[in-house]
């Protein structure tokens, strides 16, 4: 009888974390938005309608699977740092790659866009990346910017998180945010940091071309990043508890963004 534990860890040892989508929206749209998938894992004894149709997608685009105990999924997921949660399927793909903020700018100038860009000023929980890239895709926002260092980087746990977001907007890597924004203030942006102590988000013009800045879940948006800012904007709180998550207060700065731009066509 086959050994399920060994061969849940051989499979396990081959696949990066960076390479993983988990769960079936991540697999689905990974497989919808043409990006390359090397392989594909479904659960044995799964024929429901949603599974159904993934395999169905996955024949037709002609890409390789397998059809495992349930032990094996669950053994490449707990090596990459989830918990078990694929839902009957996994998916071997190209690692995330980012994009080019020039590239992005350019097309956007071109179109002549009411850019909207989202920059994360030092997230490190891969969940809270997720969430607000999935919001930033949500809300229609033209790209997510996240630093270098000291900030979690794309990882099968964000792709999770965004519920395959991640496969549509584009995420640009810099080395400077402060320089970043003085870039994007080149190209019209106007420059809005999230703060506690700031203007209520109400009491703003969000309209025209916005980049916001979200900062790190406990610090927040760093001084040096900051002073770059032309806004600073809070969002009421009302109830006894002092702030909001991250992504949380991303989502509601986003749509109040969406909220003003609409109320003024």
Not at 93 to 114: G, T
Not at 211 to 234: P, Q, T, W, Y
Request: aromatic share 4%; glycine share 8%.
């Amino acid at each position: 009888m086959k050994d399920l534990r060994s061969s849940a860890d051989s499979e396990a040892e081959a696949v990066r974390d960076e390479c993983l989508a988990e769960g079936r929206n991540p697999v689905r749209e990974a497989i919808n938005s043409g990006r390359t998938v090397e392989r594909v894992y479904f659960q044995e004894g799964l024929r429901d309608e949603t599974i159904s149709s993934i395999r169905e997608r996955t024949v037709k685009r002609g890409i390789p699977f397998r059809t495992v105990p349930r032990q094996v999924l669950d053994g490449i997921s707990v090596k990459h740092g989830g918990q078990g949660d694929h839902q009957g399927v996994i998916a071997i793909v190209s690692e995330y790659s980012y994009a080019d903020l020039d590239d992005v700018m350019i097309r956007l100038d071109r179109e002549d866009k009411e850019a909207f860009i989202i920059i994360l000023d030092g997230i490190v929980d891969p969940h809270n990346l997720g969430a607000i890239i999935r919001t930033a895709d949500c809300c229609g926002a033209d790209a997510v910017v996240i630093p270098k260092d000291r900030a979690v980087p794309l990882t099968s746990t964000v792709g999770r998180a965004s519920a395959g977001a991640v496969n549509h907007i584009p995420v640009c890597k810099v080395t400077n945010l402060s320089q970043t924004i003085e870039k994007l203030k080149k190209h019209g942006l106007w420059a809005v940091c999230a703060d506690m102590d700031g203007t209520p988000m109400y009491d703003l013009n969000l309209t025209g071309k916005i980049a916001l800045v979200i900062g790190n879940e406990g610090k927040g948006v760093s001084r040096l990043v900051s002073e770059k800012c032309d806004m600073k904007a809070s969002v009421p709180l009302l109830g006894r508890t002092e702030s909001l998550n991250a992504s949380v207060a991303c989502g509601v700065l986003s749509y109040e963004i969406v909220r003003q731009r609409r109320a003024g066509k």
